[in-house]
């Protein structure tokens, strides 16, 4: 557990201390947000119509973007290594980075989302669904990109090909946060979807640190 | 079982078994051909174009069953670290690929006359198209490498990821409102254990006429029907195994090669 912590409190200390890329993927988000208007002309029916889907979308390529940064610095400057010579569980070890990743990605993109739900047009009773399912959801984007951002370590093109491993998996989590908001904006119960939406999380918290580090030991040694 | 584990041993009885089934496949994948665009009645609502169903049916069996045995080859490898785990899931990604895009090509020129459209986002058509992005994450990842053989266990890493996709992609349509209709085969069975829904189908987004095809469809096959489907599963799933060996004889050669070059390039020069 001393490990998990240390591991822990130095990611966020990291994360804090370069948080110009933690402002680049915000700035992403909102920029990418902004676009929609332009796109599909800036009717407030259409905006609210499309902005669950929208946020949602732009929330998973935001962290997807943010990826890199969960063990491409480490390989490079060989603390992954360390890490995973050390007495901790390698499993442990990802778990720690994906809840910093989260803490410090999927967190503030909660906390953004309203002001892009208010450019959207996103109607009042759309808000807590919206934000309560990004919370049950993006721990999870964050542990299954932690599979796909290890896997490709050490990869030609990791950034892209990271895109192409982990968005079909984000593909159920984007269609139960999205429908949960859908289904309250058409006065419809979103518990079935928050169900999907925490058995999805329940899975991911066990099995994705146990692939991930099995190919993250695989990129340290290769 | 871990005797044929060998590469070398089982290509000796691959290379053995490869000529009897071509020779078993050709006349069953013949026969399927005939009893299905010929002597197999058309569809009292489909008509003709219900003969889509078999190239569509076994396309869409096979594209599942490449996934498995590339996941079952991948678990092998990771677990006994068997090298001819890797090759036989390297060699059934291709081929399962091509059967998906030849299940989605063919669903969707069925769905054309059948639903009204070529493409709906139901569960299984989704779950299916899911699976093809699978395979192609899997043959990116695998060859993404600048030594081939690194991209071995990352590969087999995600071949075992993908899986959870399988079972979804089998029972999505008994869990979810689907346009498309309930398993051809096995129907009474697993309607029996989940449950046959009602043939519910969302009609806020579909024309009536859809949703009233849609409900009339599923259930048993005649056996004048189920004969050229069978054939043509058995034909097909033959097909699979001799490109399956055909492949893996690549793969082995690749492979042979690679390590004669390695071994080359390690010679000092001129010694």
Known sequence: ?222 | MHRFANPGQFMRVADKVLPWIVALCLPLIAAGLYFGLYASPPDFQQGETVRIMYIHVPTAFLAQGAYVVMALGSASFLIWKHPLGDLIARSAAPIGCVFCIICLVTGSLWGRPTWGTYWVWDARLTSMLILLFLYFGYLALANAFDDPARGDKPAAILALVGVVNIPLIKFSVYFFNTLHQKSTLAGDLFGAVFGEPEAAVQAENLPADLAAAAAQQGGDLPPEMLLPLMLMLAGFTLAFLALLILRLRGEFASVRLRSLRAGFRAEPRGA
């Not at chain 1, 807590?128 to 370590?153: F, Q």
């Not at chain 1, 895109?163 to 979103?190: E, R």
């Open chain 1, 1 to 222: 557990m001393m490990g998990f912590r240390a591991v822990l409190l130095r990611d966020l200390r990291l994360a804090i201390r370069q948080s110009a890329d933690l402002a680049l993927v915000l700035g992403f988000f909102v920029i990418a947000a902004s676009l929609f208007p332009f796109g599909v002309g800036p009717s407030p029916d259409t905006l609210a119509r499309i902005a669950p889907g929208v946020i949602w979308v732009l929330a998973l390529l935001s962290v997807m973007l943010s990826l890199d940064r969960l063990f491409q610095q480490d390989l490079a400057d060989g603390s992954l290594e360390q890490m995973a010579l050390s007495p901790t569980p390698l499993s442990l070890v990802v778990l720690a980075k994906c809840l910093a990743h989260w803490l410090t990605t999927g967190l503030p993109l909660i906390a953004i989302a309203p002001v892009i739900g208010i450019l959207l047009n996103l109607p009042a009773e759309g808000y807590a669904v919206l934000l309560a399912g990004l919370a049950l959801g993006t721990p999870s984007l964050s542990l299954i990109g932690a599979v796909g951002a290890a896997l490709s370590l050490g990869a030609r093109r990791a950034g892209l090909l990271i895109a192409l491993l982990v968005l079909p998996l984000y593909i159920p989590i984007l269609i139960f946060g999205v429908t949960a908001v859908d289904a309250v904006l058409t006065s419809v119960q979103p518990t079935a979807h928050f169900l999907y939406l925490a058995a999805i999380l329940m899975a991911a918290i066990p099995l994705a640190p146990l692939a991930a580090a099995a190919a993250v030991r695989h990129g340290v040694e290769g």
